[in-house]
């Protein structure tokens, strides 16, 4: 009688890559939301569960990590991000995190003062409480960059605060009548355009600055693909694939995964191309 015995299920599979073992493994399944190792090879998950599994799928080549009771999460998939023009806030004149209009309008000189060759000054990062009426006012800005036009996002990147160089180079002026669909936020006993745009309005003024460079997009996007973040769903991408530089930017940082926003695809429409050059000034 001839008896056929069945191999170990997995025997014939080559050894893990990789063993982590002795951590708190979080899976994010409701059936079984904890482990202590995972396995892997060639580059896909393959083993999670108890450190006794996880070992036996070990060989001579494994690499090995206790992780001595250190949590270990998947990787994170931002769903909403813009990388674009969040990294040319950094890249220019950065507003975040300043406690008063003092402090404030001290960094915008002090950025002015940086880039005497500069055209534009151009940032972001202001936080909204920091003024109660929300409407900030052209003439804070005016004595501080020589005579050239500032234009400086909020923190929400929904207003944009411009000095009269600005408002100027854009068309703005107390006379004119607001465009279509676009309110020019004004003095209220002047009727003189105050220095704030909101929304659409801030086209105006971002239509006149001049386009970043691929080489400036690319130095501000490398540093911000932190460890554990393995995907984004990039909300200003299509700005990119617009531009033609897509492999530029984002052809090589770290093996990461870039998605287009769902309004665009590689050919982006007009209007999803107006929007995003609206939200990040490109």
């Known amino acids: 009688m001839l008896v056929l015995i069945a191999p170990p299920i997995g025997a014939a599979e080559r050894p893990a890559d990789l063993v982590l073992f ?17 396995a892997v090879r060639d580059g896909r998950i393959v083993y999670v569960g108890d450190d006794d599994g996880a070992r036996a799928l070990a060989g001579v080549g494994t690499e090995t990590i206790d992780l001595d009771g250190k949590m270990l999460l998947p990787g994170f998939v931002d769903s909403h991000v813009h990388p674009i023009s969040g990294g040319l806030e950094l890249l ?45 006012d052209r003439r804070l800005l005016d004595p501080i960059a020589a005579g050239r036009p ?61 386009r970043p460079s691929a080489a400036e997009l690319a130095a501000r996007l490398d540093g911000q693909v932190p460890p554990g973040l393995i995907a984004i769903d990039a909300s200003d991408f299509s700005i990119v694939v617009a531009t033609q530089i897509r492999s530029t930017v984002y052809g090589d940082l770290h093996g990461k995964t870039f998605r287009l926003p769902r309004d665009s695809a590689s050919c982006p429409s007009r209007e999803a191309l107006d929007w995003h050059r609206s939200e990040s000034g490109i």
Do not use: M
Request: charged content about 25%; hydrophobic content about 40%; aromatic content about 6%.
């Open 22 to 38: 002795d951590g708190a493994v979080y899976t994010v399944d409701t059936a079984r939301s904890w482990a202590s190792a995972v």
């Open 92 to 136: 220019r004149c950065d507003l975040h995190d300043l406690a008063s209009v003092e402090a404030l309008l001290a960094k915008v000189r002090k950025c002015a003062d940086a880039r005497p060759n500069d055209p534009w000054i151009v940032g972001g990062g202001w936080d909204l409480p920091l003024f109660p009426d929300a409407n900030l």
């Open 150 to 210: 500032v234009a400086l996002a909020a923190s929400d990147g929904h207003s944009l605060w411009v000095n009269s160089k600005a408002l100027a180079l854009a068309g703005i002026n107390p006379v004119d009548p607001d465009p279509e669909n676009v309110r020019i936020e004004r003095d209220r006993e002047t009727g003189e355009p105050s220095g704030t745009l909101c929304e659409d309005a801030s086209r105006l003024v971002w239509d006149q600055i001049p």
